[in-house]
Every structure is written in structure tokens, then in C-alpha cells.
């Protein structure tokens, strides 16, 4: 891990977020040089330990979304519990919670009480749909999220059923936003020396990302329809097959790109057709986009991936091999840029994770392979954060497990 010049290095973040979306958040401020301590509690801990891939009983899972975090087993439900928790709270800059509303509240450390204690706590939330509005009481998860948000309603083939991406990005476009909006409280912090509560919606996260449909959709009534991996920006666009079974996705914006395809597959007929510039062009292509692209695939069908890329690139035109994760943990590019992280897990072996793509003065402020940051236990770092933090002693530590405060596995 890049330990010089860490944007964030010497904040302190309580975390209680537990499955995707908190603990994206999370781990994208400990890649930029904050200390996350992860409160787990009773009896499970952080649910993600408990999802697959497994090995020698530690959670892949759990791992990509932890790492390098601390850890306490504190249990909330005691009254022990909460004093150590509100102890806590006066020594960090960062609370993030993604319970359901009102869970915090109803333990008596929401927002309201906590800032009474420490006035510059940054507060951040994660909820399905927030804390306010007539959905906020539903239970949310990340294809509902898509769902409501608006997203599957545009994913998936024409005429087909819609359909949620394959990640949970709902989770992580909250997680993100959350990070943005705890990066910015502590700025304006400086300033004021205030706290902030920060809270992100997923239902809003998803609305948010919807490109240019929901305006098209305020102005001209209509929804924007599924229409799989075609886009009426151009022709061809769309996903071709290759002669050595590999996809090619192809982004052909614009008039001249397309007069440009065409010549060279020899169809100047369409380019006739169908070329030029303008509005009258560009619908006379998207209407016709099916036909078009049909054309191409007979084509694209008899030239390898690497043919075909080749040529199109030559054409200036933008365009990829459709790639799983096995291709990517091997790709040039990803390694170039220090993407593909490999660790020695006492655990689940010899694995690699990726690192933060974001990059200042050209190096990563994420992890690095030398440091091989592991993913905590359940309360192994309760000695440390307690003494550090708080100066409790050892033998006090022990009387807290002994009336609950904190708890073992």
C-alpha cells in the first residue's frame, strides 16, 4: 500500500456497514489512506462471511470488500456495548451505517444523538431508498434498487424481459456516492469545523446514471426501450461474432464512420442509402440500425477478433473483445496499470483482487502486492482500537467480554 501522501491518512472511520455497498464505500476511503474500524456484531459478524468462494473457511467475498480494515465485535444491543460505541465515536471523523432506517435511531445512536457528543462527526448512511419518502420502510437490496431505479427497464434484448446487470452496481454507484459525499463533509469541515449527516438513497443512486433517458423521457413521454447492445448513435453498434468464436463490441458514431465501414465491407449501396450527416440521417439509420448491423455480422463473421479489431481501429473507430474476468486477470493493460493485485492469503492461497482505478501523479493510492493487506477476523483488532483509541486496559478488556460488550465467535 502507497503510504506517502494519502489524501485521507490520519482520519478514523467507525464502520457499521455490512454486505456490498457500505463496505465498497468503505474500502474505496481506506485505499486513500484511511483507518476503517469495522464494528461486527453478534453472532455472525458481517454477513459477507458467509458468501462464497470459500477456502479454509475464510470468504473471498468478505475479502475483496475488507481488506486492511480493522476489526471489533462489539455488541450494540448491550448498554456496555453502546457507551464503548459512543466512546468511540468522540475519537473518530466518520459513522457509516447501511441498516435499515430508523435501526439506529432506535438504539439511541443516530445522527441527532451522536453529534451531540462529537460535534464534528461525519454521519453517512446507505439505504435502499432513504430515510424519507413513501418507500422508505421497504427492505432494499441491489436488483431491487435496479429495478425501481429505472435500469432494468432499459437492459435486455428487444422484446425481451428486463433484465438486472451481472455485478451489484446499485450497491456500488451508492457506494461511490457515499465515499464522494464523506470526502467532501470532511472538506467543507475544514472550513467549518462542523459535522454532516450524508446520505444516499440506491433507488436515487440508479436514477442518477441514467444517461440522457430521463430527460428524453420529459420530453417526449416515452420511455426509452430496451434495446440490448445496439445504440441508434450510430451504425454498426453492436456485439459481432468473430470467426474464432470471440465477441467484438463496435461504436460506430456518426456519418462518416459508418460511410467509412461500409465502403470498406464494399456496400456502397448503403452508403448511399444511408450516409451523410443530420437529423434526417442518423434516423434513417436507426431505423434501419437491425438491417445494418446484420449486414456487418455476415462480414465481421469471417475475419478472427484480432482481424477485425484491427481493421476497425484502422478505421479509427472504437472497438473491444467482450472479455470474462479470467481474460482480465491476465490483460496487459490492467497489469500495466498496476490493476491486478496479487496476494498470499494464509487462507484462500494465492489469489489476485483488483486495485482503486483511481490514480494520483500516475501511481495507484490503493494496495500494493508487498503489503499483502488480509482481511480481519471478528474482533481481532478489539485490543488494539480499545487501547489505542479509548486506553482500556487488558484486564478491563476482558471484564468487557465478560458482560457482553463485546463478544466472541
Known sequence: MITTNKPLSGYQILDLTWVYSGPYCTSILLDLGADVIKVEGPKYGDHTRTFPPFKNGGSGYFYSLNRGKKSVSLNLKSEEGKALFRDLVKKVDVVTENFVPGVMERMGLGYEELKKINPRIIYGSIHGFGSFGPYADWPGVDPVAQAMGGLMSQSGFIGGPPLKTGPAVADAIAGIYLALGIVSAILQRGKTGNGRRIEVSMMDAVFSVLEESVVRASMTGDALP?????????????AFESSDGKWVMMCSIGG???ESVYSYIGRNDLVAEYGGDGEEASEKRADNL????????????????????????????????????????????LKARNMVVDIDHPKLGKIKTYNMPVMFDGKNMGIDSKDNPLDPEIGESNSQVLGDLLGISADKIRELYEIGALWKK
Not at 430496451?226 to 453492436?238: F, I, Q, V
Not at 469471417?302 to 490483460?331: F, M, N, R, Y
Open 226 to 238: 430496451r434495446r440490448g447492445n445496439t445504440d441508434p448513435l450510430g451504425a454498426p453498434w453492436d
Open 256 to 258: 462518416a464512420k459508418f
Open 290 to 333: 437491425a438491417m445494418l448491423n446484420q449486414v456487418f455480422a455476415k462480414w465481421a463473421i469471417q475475419k478472427t477478433a484480432d482481424e477485425l479489431i484491427d481493421i476497425i481501429h484502422s478505421l479509427h473507430i472504437p472497438c473491444g473483445v467482450v472479455k470474462d474476468v479470467v481474460d482480465l486477470l491476465d490483460d496487459p493493460q
